[in-house]
Structure formats: structure tokens, C-alpha cells
């Protein structure tokens, strides 16, 4: 994805940050849904570069007594009007 290219540069720093979190279980399976912001700054002044926030659906299932995603969904809202990303969501 476009907006990841150069997070990897030095003086780049990658803040996540993980809201209204979500889990729904049972014995055997598990919803998890979230909103997650990602940030860049410039590591040295701390000025933001750049946002923007997808919200995030995992189903789970249990196997073997371990849980195991079974089903991942991530999107980034768009504005109904205009049919485009909105990525300040936050």
C-alpha cells in the first residue's frame, strides 16, 4: 500500500494505536472487530507526517486448543457522498 512506502526510513517512527476494541466468544469461536490508527512522525521533532485509521474484523475458531484466525476483514471508512477515504478518521 502506497501510504506504508518509506515508513522504513531511518527517523521514521510508526505509532499504532488500538480503539474500541471488541471480543465476542464462545467455546469454539471469536469475533474481534477494532478501529487502528497508524501515525508516522519524524522521529527527532515529533512532527505527524501522516494518519490514517482502518477498522479491523477477525474471526477466530479454536483448534487444537489454540485460536486460529479464520477470517480477517480490514476497510477504511469512506464519506458517502463523495465515495472516497477518509483517513483522519481520529
Known amino acids: 500500500m502506497e501510504w506504508f512506502k518509506g515508513l522504513s526510513a531511518d527517523g521514521i517512527l ?41 477498522r ?5 475458531k479454536k483448534s487444537n486448543e489454540s485460536w486460529v484466525i479464520a477470517h480477517e476483514h480490514s476497510s477504511l471508512p469512506i464519506n458517502m457522498e463523495t465515495g472516497k477515504g477518509i483517513f483522519n478518521v481520529k
Open 56 to 60: 479491523f474484523t477477525f474471526g477466530l
Open 14 to 54: 510508526l505509532k499504532v494505536e488500538f480503539d474500541d476494541l471488541v471480543v465476542e466468544e464462545n467455546s469454539d469461536l471469536a469475533f474481534v472487530h477494532c478501529a487502528v490508527t497508524f501515525a508516522a512522525y519524524l522521529e527527532d521533532s515529533c512532527e505527524k507526517l501522516r494518519q490514517m485509521t482502518n
